[in-house]
Structure formats: structure tokens, C-alpha cells
């Protein structure tokens, strides 16, 4: 397992952008399947947007967020904008244990080894 920390949330209003970034510490992301998930009360944890071969997004954000890369594979970062309020919730990182896998992306939360603590974005209307 790696650890993961994401950060980048906050307050912000409709139709805001924000920008979220993980970093795995200790170690590079570049060969690791890395994906955003999101979690609100009382709801399981839903994909959001995957990367890995290519980049794979929840319909719910495809066309608002863009999830990537930095050169260096250090960061994986999640832009997104025109924000909604059913975009509150709290966000995760988290990356397969197994590197140099041959799939695109996975939307799959049983494939991800290893998770950060999380970082709350919440949308106000």
C-alpha cells in the first residue's frame, strides 16, 4: 500500500471551479492506476473519474472535470469545473497496489489498494 494525501478542497459557490491533488508519499503515482472517488452521508462512494492507460469519468461529471497527470507522475490532480451543488461531497483518492497495469481505467473501488483520508468540497447554490 501507498499512502495517499489529497488536498485542494473547500467552500465555493455554483458554477466555481476547483482543483484537487494527490500525492503519494515517499513514492511516484506514474505507474499506478490512480482514481477520484466521492462520498456523501449515507451513500456508498462512487467513482468519479479514473487514469491509468487512458482517463475514464462518471457521467454525472464528464465534460466538467479532468482528471491527470503531472510529467513527473508525483501528482495526479482532479480539475473541475462549473461545479454543482451534487458535487458536495468529500473526495478520495485512491491507487491500485499493483503497478504497470494494462487496463484503461477502472472504475472498480475493489481494485484501489490503497486510499487517502479524503478532502471535503462542498457547492453552495
Known amino acids: 500500500q501507498v499512502q495517499l494525501v489529497e488536498s485542494g478542497g473547500g467552500l465555493v459557490q455554483t458554477g466555481d471551479s476547483l482543483r484537487l491533488s494527490c500525492v503519494a508519499s515517499?513514492?511516484?503515482?506514474?505507474?499506478?492506476?490512480v482514481a477520484w472517488f466521492r462520498q456523501t452521508p449515507g451513500k456508498e462512494r462512487e467513482f468519479v473519474a479514473g487514469i491509468n492507460l487512458s482517463a475514464g469519468y462518471a457521467d454525472s461529471v464528464k465534460g466538467r472535470f479532468t482528471i491527470s497527470r503531472d510529467n513527473a507522475g508525483n501528482t495526479v490532480s482532479l480539475q473541475m469545473n462549473n461545479l454543482k451543488a451534487e458535487d458536495t461531497a468529500v473526495y478520495y483518492c485512491?491507487?491500485?497496489?499493483?503497478?504497470?497495469?494494462?487496463?484503461?481505467?477502472?472504475?472498480?473501488?475493489?481494485?484501489?489498494?490503497?486510499w487517502g483520508q479524503g478532502t471535503q468540497v462542498t457547492v453552495s447554490s
Open positions: 515517499g513514492r511516484t503515482l506514474s505507474r499506478f492506476p
Open positions: 485512491a491507487a491500485d497496489s499493483t503497478p504497470d497495469r494494462r487496463y484503461t481505467y477502472s472504475a472498480d473501488r475493489e481494485l484501489y489498494g490503497s
